[in-house]
């Protein structure tokens, strides 16, 4: 895992930070399997005070993303590409002073090849509910029938 902060997109779907000698990446290495956790050491990140914060809570206009996180595959068979999961990232000042981090984006990267993850609208309402009918699983088009296609480009079920 890779921590980058005020960081913009470059060739090959790198990142860079845009001021690099105050806000350096932060490497982070895991183990193969699931469940880790992951809990950045004391005084590795940076001191959110120092920004306003309309340079934190949306990209910039050149798309400079305040946060950055990139997780790549290490262990892949010689000659073959890196792969790799990008999480662009905003962070919202809560009224409780408290920061959220809101993802804005998610970029896949594999074998050399940029996937831009999008959301498909009405997936999230077609889990399952507390009662056990159809109800709001039909399709937006027929109205009839259960969802069991995107329509793209709107990304409707």
Not at 33 to 62: E, H, R, W, Y
């Amino acid at each position: 895992f890779t921590i980058f902060y005020m960081a913009k997109e470059g060739e090959e779907c790198t990142f860079d930070s845009q001021e690099p000698e105050v806000y350096k990446p932060v490497k982070v290495p895991f183990q193969k399997g699931v469940g880790q956790k992951f809990c950045q050491a004391s005084g590795t990140g940076i001191d959110l005070g120092f920004f306003a914060l309309d340079d934190l809570n949306k990209p910039s206009p050149d798309e400079v993303y305040p946060l950055v996180i990139s997780a790549e595959a290490c262990s892949l068979p010689s000659g073959t590409k890196p792969h790799a999961q990008i999480t662009l990232s905003v962070i919202e000042k809560k009224e409780s002073e408290q920061f959220l981090v809101k993802v804005i984006k998610q970029i896949l990267w594999i074998d050399g090849v940029r996937y831009e993850l999008q959301e498909i609208y009405g997936i999230g309402s077609s889990s399952t509910s507390e009662f056990d009918d159809d109800a709001g699983k039909e399709c937006v088009i027929c109205m009839s029938e259960r969802r069991n296609t995107a329509v793209m480009p709107c990304r409707h079920m």
